[in-house]
Nanobody
Framework: QVQLVESGGGLVQAGGSLRLSCAAS????????MGWFCQAPGKVREFVTA????????YYADSVKGRFTISRENAKNTVYLQMNSLEPEDTDVYSC????????????????WGQGTQVTVSS
């Protein structure tokens, strides 16, 4: 059974930082691209960032370029999201997903999702 478990969310003041983690089990982690998406209640998933199988390629939404960094440790089956210079507009539930191929910016390519972790940025 595949599981993706996010952690690291919380409440932070604007300008602060958080580091999210997503631990995967039940899949061959190194063969999946991994992505982070955010989703507010009643809204569609919005792409944040993604990383290829090897970590050699990364992709970012324009709104987070220069502030967020995605990385992965295949030996630990874990993907990370370092969030710096956080803004109130970043407040959302952040979920990680696993995609075996395709356009990592598109949520329909993802086979598995975690439950999400809440990030709240106060002004």
């Amino acid at each position: 059974q595949v599981q993706l478990v996010e952690s690291g969310g919380g409440l932070v003041q604007a300008g602060g930082s958080l580091r999210l983690s997503c631990a995967a089990s039940g899949l061959t982690f190194s063969t999946y691209g991994m992505g982070w998406f955010c989703q507010a209640p009643g809204k569609v998933r919005e792409f944040v960032t993604a990383i290829s199988w090897s970590g050699g390629s990364t992709y970012y939404a324009d709104s987070v370029k220069g502030r967020f960094t995605i990385s992965r440790e295949n030996a630990k089956n874990t993907v990370y999201l370092q969030m710096n210079s956080l803004e109130p507009e970043d407040t959302d539930v952040y979920s990680c997903g696993a995609a075996p191929y395709g356009k990592f910016e598109v949520p329909e390519y993802y086979d598995y999702w975690g439950q999400g972790t809440q990030v709240t940025v106060s002004s």
